[in-house]
């Protein structure tokens, strides 16, 4: 079945320095799609980006993920991590006809002044 | 923007105990989910439906019954509830197609002790 690996529980950073959060994906088919969700303390979790669309930049508010099938990944960047962009954060893939997610197990961004 | 609730946002039951979470979406979505989120394990899917009556199996579905009376309300039933089901517990709704965002409730706390 598909599967998504989020290889870091906790990803520690001074602010300023840029975020690189990694996701690998596996699946049969041909055309996923894979998404980005933040989900800040006290907050419900949403969408931040998502693409189908291979070698193609996506950005949203500060942040972006290209698709590369040939790899299987869709990492996540920012150049200048923020206090703000503390949360916990998700790789998520979708595909075949059965509109279901599949969510890696997640990242905790801590940004340190 | 698309309106998920969830209620009670916080429960204690004991082992053995009977429990119903309810969601309610006011946005017509298609598509219900119920989610658990576990440190480690990330988001993982219990059940969702497609509409009024329908249930489709998640990915961790034993010990929960889930029932959709409406296309606004989805119920997740634990009927005998153990420790291993203490978690927080979130509800989610999208339209229907695989690239549709998922919006998300803001989560119950449950604790069985």
């Known amino acids: 079945g598909d599967s998504v690996t989020q290889t870091e529980g906790l990803v520690t950073l001074t602010e300023g320095l840029p975020v690189m959060l990694n996701c690998t994906y596996q699946t049969i088919y041909s055309n996923p799609f894979l998404f980005w969700y933040v989900h800040y303390l006290n907050e419900s979790p949403r969408l931040l980006l998502k693409?189908?669309?291979?070698?193609k930049r996506t950005e949203h508010q500060g942040f972006h993920a290209t698709l590369h099938k040939s790899s299987s990944s869709f990492h996540l960047q920012k150049s200048s991590a923020q206090l703000s962009d503390s949360a916990l954060y998700y790789c998520?893939?979708?595909?075949?006809?059965?509109?279901?997610?599949?969510f890696g197990q997640g990242t905790v961004l801590s940004v340190i002044p | 923007e698309a309106a998920v609730t969830q209620s009670p946002r916080n429960k204690v039951t004991v082992t053995g105990g009977n429990v119903t979470l309810s969601c309610r979406q006011t946005?017509?979505?298609?598509?219900m989910y119920w989610y658990r989120q576990d440190t480690g394990h990330g988001l993982r899917l219990i059940h969702y439906s497609y509409g009024a009556g329908n249930l489709q199996i998640g990915d961790v579905p034993d010990g929960y019954k889930a029932t959709r009376t409406t296309q606004e309300d989805f119920f997740l039933l634990l009927e005998l509830a153990s420790p291993s089901q203490t978690s927080l517990y979130f509800c989610a709704s999208s339209d229907g197609d695989n690239q549709d965002t998922q919006y998300f409730g803001p989560g119950t706390r449950l604790l069985v002790l």
């Open positions: 946005n017509s979505h298609n598509y």
């Open positions: 693409s189908s669309t291979d070698n």
């Open positions: 998520a893939l979708s595909t075949g006809g059965n509109n279901k997610l599949t």
